[in-house]
C-alpha cells in the first residue's frame, strides 16, 4: 500500500497541470497522513482501522476524479485502467476462494463454505447487494454469476469489459482510430457475452478465471505499445 500511494502521488506531482485541485489535494493528503505512519504502530484493532482508511481514501480520490476531471484522454486512460485492474482483482479472489479457502471438496455446502463465500462478497463489496439480488442462502453458483456475469454489478466482470469498451470508443474518437487494445477486449468479452454459468463450471471455474487473467492482461499490454506507455 505504501508502495502504491507513493507512485500515485509521484505521478500526480507529474503530471500535476492536468489534475484538478481537488484530486491533487486528496491524493497528497492521503499520502501525508499515511507517511507519518510507524510499522510497529500497526497491530491488532490498529490494522483493521487503517485497512478501512485506505479504502475511505481512495473512494475520496476515485470521487472527486469522477467529479472534477475533464472528460479526455486523460479520463479515458484512468478509467481503462480502473476498471482493467478492478476486473483483475474480482477474478483472483474468486479463484482464490476457489482453490485456496475450500482445499477439500466435502466441505462444499457446508457452514464453512457459506462462510468464505460470504467473505469473498464482502472483499467485493458486494455482501449487501447480493442479498438485494438473490434473497435465498449464500451458494456458490449465483455468487460466482453475480461476481462474473451480472452486468448491474460495478465490480463484477462483464461490467468492467463493458465500462473498458465504451471508453475504448471514446479513445477512438480522440484520436481518430481503433487500436489493437479494441481488438484485445473483444477476445475479453467474447469469453463473457452470451456465457452462462452451466458453461463456465463445465469448462472449469479455475480454468475460466486463469485465461480471463490473461486475456485481460493483454488489454494492458495492447494499450502500451499503442499509445507507447513504456
Known amino acids: 500500500m505504501r508502495s502504491c500511494l507513493l ?21 497528497n493528503s492521503a499520502w501525508l497522513e499515511f507517511s507519518q505512519l510507524k510499522p510497529r504502530e500497526v497491530t491488532g484493532g490498529r490494522l483493521q482501522e487503517l485497512l478501512q482508511w485506505i479504502k475511505q481514501v481512495s473512494h475520496q480520490y476515485r470521487g472527486a476524479l469522477l467529479s472534477t476531471i475533464l472528460r479526455d484522454d486523460g479520463y479515458a486512460f484512468s478509467q481503462i485502467g480502473n476498471f482493467v485492474e478492478r476486473a483483475d482483482n474480482t477474478a483472483r479472489i474468486l479463484d482464490m476462494k476457489y482453490y485456496v479457502l475450500l482445499p477439500s471438496a466435502t466441505l462444499v455446502g457446508g457452514d464453512i463454505d457459506i462462510q468464505q463465500w460470504t467473505l469473498i462478497l ?109
Open 7 to 27: 507512485a500515485a502521488r509521484t505521478n500526480a506531482r507529474s503530471v500535476r497541470t492536468a489534475l484538478t485541485i481537488d484530486m491533487w489535494e486528496s491524493i
Open 122 to 230: 464482502r472483499a467485493a463489496s458486494a455482501h449487501r447487494s447480493y442479498r438485494h439480488v438473490y434473497h435465498d442462502r449464500y451458494k456458490a453458483w449465483n455468487i460466482a454469476d453475480y461476481l462474473i456475469l451480472r452486468s448491474e454489478m460495478p465490480r463484477s466482470l462483464i461490467f468492467c469489459v463493458n465500462w473498458i469498451n465504451r471508453t475504448l470508443d471514446m479513445l477512438e474518437q480522440i484520436y481518430g482510430g481503433r487500436t489493437a487494445g479494441h481488438d484485445a477486449v473483444a477476445g475479453v468479452a467474447a469469453m463473457l457475452e452470451g456465457n452462462d454459468m452451466d458453461r463456465v463450471f463445465a469448462y472449469g471455474l479455475h480454468e475460466f478465471l486463469t485465461e480471463f487473467i490473461a486475456r485481460n492482461n493483454r488489454i494492458t499490454e495492447a494499450l502500451s505499445e499503442s499509445y507507447n506507455f513504456y
